[in-house]
Nanobody
């Protein structure tokens, strides 16, 4: 079955760094655009970073631009997020997302999967 398993979260001091990983299985990883989202308590889930299926294009949220690097290893079905200069405002559950727009004779639909999330806490 489809699985997205995140890891790498934890407690880090302000100014520190973390590298999140997401290992995918059960679907053709290299055909899916991959993203990281985050959700802080009482807030909506928001897009943090996205990388296209071949890894040729990336998007970053303005609030974290310059502090993030999203990457993927299609040979290992793994997505990464390198985060630097973290602040308490970055504390949230970080989720891995896989998305592919599938076009058929009957139209388009999204094939989308979510991981269970990994907690990132930035605190001294």
């Amino acid at each position: 079955q489809v699985q997205l398993v995140e890891s790498g979260g934890g407690l880090v001091q302000p100014g520190g760094s973390l590298r999140l990983s997401c290992v995918a299985s059960g679907f053709p990883f290299s055909l899916y655009d991959m993203s990281w989202y985050r959700q802080a308590p009482g807030k909506e889930r928001e897009l943090v970073a996205e990388v296209t299926s071949a890894g040729l294009s990336t998007i970053y949220t303005d609030s974290m631009k310059g502090r993030l690097t999203i990457s993927r290893d299609n040979a290992k079905n793994t997505l990464f997020l390198q985060m630097r200069s973290l602040s308490p405002e970055d504390s949230a559950v970080y989720y891995c997302n896989a998305l592919r727009v599938i076009t058929t004779t009957q139209g388009e639909h999204n094939d989308e999967y979510w991981g269970q999330g990994t907690q990132v806490t930035v605190s001294s």
